[in-house]
T-cell receptor, first 112, second 112 residues
Framework: DAGVIQSPRHEVTEMGQEVTLRCKPISGHNSLFWYRQTMMRGLELLIY????????DSGMPEDRFSAKMPNASFSTLKIQPSEPRDSAVYFCASRPTGDEQYFGPGTRLTVT | QQQVKQSPQSLIVQKGGISIINCAYE??????FPWYQQFPGKGPALLIA?????SEKKEGRFTISFNKSAKQFSLHIMDSQPGDSATYFCAASKQPGNQFYFGTGTSLTVIP
């Protein structure tokens, strides 16, 4: 199994631009999580889906952030417009039935 | 509000020594306590996990000690090796949803 796949691995963009991060969960996993990691705030849960349905988006920082999961094998996290304070590493994780979450390699986002 | 408090923030240990990282929580509904290991440039990976019905779990050189009455749990790394140098995160989760609440992380450096 290839594990959780995230793209791009690195993204550099200018303030005000739209950014789309992509995630392919492990096949057969029915839950998907988006996290943001910064030095100041550590690992923060942004949103998670069960069976493609958003369950809790209370961690999404503001309306500039949105996430979708159109099918069981694909999810996107979009930031529009992006700001320098959005610079962070964004992780996607998936989970089968059970407790363990499997993390992807992350996308390092830099907004200048 | 930090649901899981982790200490220390950083730790330096000599090769062969014991590394100890501590976590504390408040919510007694938490029923799953994993430890994740993260190497630079990688996503976190599950190291070991425990449920509150046992007080200790050991896997190789890694041991979780769990104190339900004190609402604390800790990771012990015996015979620490330079390859153990990484950031370690504790977490806690509860039903329903099993979303993880992560500690702020401990950067471990094992000196040869």
């Amino acid at each position: 199994d290839a594990g959780v796949i995230q793209s791009p691995r690195h993204e550099v963009t200018e303030m005000g631009q739209e950014v789309t991060l992509r995630c392919k969960p492990i096949s057969g996993h029915n839950s998907l999580f988006w996290y943001r990691q910064t030095m100041m705030r550590g690992l923060e849960l942004l949103i998670y889906f069960n069976n493609n349905v958003p369950i809790d988006d209370s961690g999404m920082p503001e309306d500039r952030f949105s996430a979708k999961m159109p099918n069981a094998s694909f999810s996107t996290l979009k930031i529009q417009p992006s700001e320098p304070r959005d610079s962070a590493v964004y992780f996607c994780a998936s989970r089968p039935t059970g407790d363990e979450q499997y993390f992807g390699p992350g996308t390092r986002l830099t907004v200048t | 509000q930090q649901q899981v408090k982790q200490s220390p923030q950083s730790l330096i240990v000599q090769k062969g020594g014991i590394s100890i990282i501590n976590c504390a929580y408040e919510n007694t509904a938490f029923d799953y306590f994993p430890w994740y290991q993260q190497f630079p440039g990688k996503g976190p990976a599950l190291l070991i996990a425990i449920r509150p019905d046992v007080s200790e779990k050991k896997e190789g050189r890694f041991t979780i000690s769990f104190n339900k009455s004190a609402k604390q749990f800790s990771l012990h790394i015996m015979d620490s090796q330079p390859g153990d140098s990484a950031t370690y995160f504790c977490a806690a989760s509860k039903q329903p949803g099993n979303q993880f609440y992560f500690g702020t992380g401990t950067s471990l450096t094992v000196i040869p």
